[in-house]
């Protein structure tokens, strides 16, 4: 306690706001009662993982002074349509509670989470100094929600719309909602409209471009034509990022030389992504500033041959971030790896994923190449059609230092396909050698034998997501019980049943989430833990009606689990059920008070805002 009282609150304020790091804040909220009084009215920026993990109300209590929250909502296998419409992760009582106690609040980021036109348009007309706001893989919303953030938000920064579903309305609004940015609006820094589907307002962007001096990232969507894009350059010299628009024209000689002429003039540019539809004689216009490139993404360039992917990306010395299709193919790989030496990150999508044939020549060779070439090599997520043990063993040797790997084999369950055996000593490689591997992907033939290297070397792990692997719950023990660190465990067509879980059932209570989906967990057992455990919400999501209609030991569709301080939620649908015991939170548990047990409930409380 001396140490809590040995300074002044002002400058333990001022010394905390060096300490960035949210699980950090939250561990000096726990020192004493002093401390956790001014973090708590020191914080300014609060993270939640979890839009049901902790209720507005509390958030509010705990941090009455916020300016930039980041909340997140629906699973992340909503990302692969694994998460029925209508489950929920709706912002609406987070907004319309922060609309009255967080008058000064500046940002806003969202993810996979429900919005309205109605919530913009309130987030619009409440924060007087609002200036970020971003909607990843959000849904819900129009051109409408989108003109109210425009015409009331004048120190807006900030608009980022990634991956979003935004609905275009029809007549004025459909295109022209960029126009509702007042004539003297000057403060935007960051625009991000890659996801929208229908043509903006050209002029309305050429204005908005011109008029913000600060703009340094531009993010066009597909129907913005590349003879424009010269002229848009032109007016925003110091971009640093650039999304394009479609990448394809007719070849002319006076629409390559502005646009050439424009990327040179972009002395500032060091990432582009965009490239819808690419017409490859327009590629070498972009060369005079490859050497100055950090970030390249092309996974949306589906015409580049691999021969013109290599010319490019060859000339990318500095590169660290790359994402391709897989036309770049195994020798596109290889000279990456000879040219890039100091890549971080890496990921090949699948250009055809449906195909029964490959229709490019890409394959573990290619992986094993950059392992060996690339020694900044961090994160990896490679789709491909084969892969063997020996690979995976090369590639973790060849990369200690890697913190993300995920491997995705198209075809589900296949093995080592020199040796048809299973890939679990490559997996095991991985994890042994990767002592820091954050984040792991398992595809191919796997026993459980692969779940038990996993608990035993994967002790920093955070998630781990799996399909179509195991043999029984001994693998899904292995790793409850072994991974240390773990915050979410995804699983899918696996046969893990209610033994693993049920026994290791506080293991679920330090981590973020479970999600199990066309596994072999039966009714009983959820019901059962729900009942051991209300700390957990143990939600059954059945879209064949209500699970007590059948027998107990029939396994359900799919079971999100995930830890909370605000009990069952009150917004689901018809098909998801709450599996709460007796003895459910307390919606009063605040935090104010002093005392063991009000003292463990804040400790429980502060975890919320710590997991990313």
Not at 15 to 38: G, H, L, P, Q
Not at 160 to 174: F, K, P, Q, Y
Request: charged letters at 25%; aromatic letters at 8%; proline letters at 5%.
């Amino acid at each position: 306690m001396m140490l809590g009282n040995s300074f002044p609150e002002e400058v333990l304020e001022h010394v905390f706001s060096f300490i960035i790091c949210d699980k950090d804040r939250n561990s000096i909220s726990t020192v004493c009662k002093s401390w956790y009084e001014i973090e708590r009215w020191s914080r300014k920026k609060v993270f939640v993982g979890n839009c049901y993990a902790v209720s507005p109300r509390m958030l509010i209590q705990r941090f009455p002074e916020v300016r930039s929250i980041e909340l997140k909502g629906k699973p992340h296998f909503a990302d692969f349509n694994l998460v029925p419409d209508g489950w929920g992760g709706y912002v609406a009582p987070w907004i319309a509670a922060m609309a009255t106690a967080y008058p000064w609040l500046e940002e806003i980021r969202l993810k996979r989470m429900v919005v309205t036109d109605d919530s913009l348009e309130l987030i619009s007309r409440s924060f007087k100094n609002f200036k970020v706001l971003v909607l990843s893989s959000c849904e819900g919303f129009s051109t409408e929600g989108l003109a109210a953030i425009a015409s009331n938000c004048r120190n807006l920064r900030e608009l980022d719309l990634r991956e979003s579903e935004v609905e275009e309305l029809s007549g004025h609004l459909s295109g022209n909602w960029l126009s509702h940015f007042p004539d003297n609006y000057t403060s935007l820094v960051s625009l991000n409209i890659a996801c929208l589907v229908s043509e903006v307002s050209f002029s309305a962007l050429e204005r908005l471009v011109g008029r913000c001096p600060n703009l340094r990232t531009l993010r066009l969507n597909r129907p913005v034509p590349l003879d424009r894009l010269a002229n848009l350059l032109s007016r925003a010299p110091r971009l640093v990022e650039l999304g394009t628009g479609a990448y394809t024209s007719d070849l002319r000689p006076d629409v390559f030389s502005n646009l050439s002429g424009a990327f040179s003039g972009c002395k500032e540019l060091k990432s582009l992504s965009g490239f819808w539809d690419v017409a490859p004689g327009y590629l070498s216009a972009v060369y005079p500033i490859c050497s100055r490139l950090t970030t390249l993404n092309l996974s949306y360039a589906t015409l580049i041959p691999s021969s013109d992917l290599i010319k490019l990306v060859s000339q990318c010395q500095n590169l660290q971030k790359l994402w391709v299709l897989d036309y770049i193919e195994d020798m596109g790989l290889e000279a990456l790896a000879a040219s890039c030496k100091d890549l971080r990150e890496l990921r090949v999508f699948p250009s055809d994923p449906y195909g029964v044939e490959p229709n490019v020549s890409l394959t573990e060779q290619g992986l094993v190449s950059v392992s060996e070439g690339c020694p900044k090599l961090q994160s990896v997520l490679y789709f491909c059609r084969q892969m063997t043990n020996d690979a995976l063993r090369t590639i973790a040797r060849n990369r200690p230092n890697m913190t993300r790997f995920r491997l995705c084999i198209i075809e589900p369950r296949k093995p080592d396909y020199l040796t048809l055996q299973p890939l679990d000593v490559g997996f095991g490689a991985i994890v042994e050698h990767c002592k820091d591997l954050r984040r792991l992907s398992l595809s191919g033939l796997l026993t459980d034998r692969v779940f038990e290297y996993i608990g035993s070397y994967a002790k920093k792990l955070e998630m781990l997501s799996v399909a179509f692997a195991g043999d029984s719950d001994l693998g899904l023990h292995h790793v409850l019980s072994g991974c240390e660190n773990l915050r979410k465990l995804e699983i899918r067509d696996c046969p893990f049943s209610d033994k693993a879980l049920l026994a290791n059932a506080e293991k679920l209570e330090t981590m973020r989430s479970l999600w199990m989906s066309s596994c072999s967990v039966s009714f009983g057992a959820c019901k059962q833990l729900g009942q051991k455990m209300p700390r957990l919400n143990v939600e059954v999501i059945d879209e064949r009606g209500p699970p007590d209609s059948r027998p107990e030991s029939c396994p359900v569709e799919k079971l999100y689990i995930y830890r909370t301080v605000a009990g069952p939620r009150v917004d689901m649908p018809g098909f998801v059920w709450t599996m709460d015991g007796d003895s459910a939170l307390s919606p009063d548990w605040s935090g104010s008070k002093v005392g063991k047990g009000i003292q463990r409930i804040k400790s429980s409380i502060a975890t919320h805002f710590t997991l990313g």
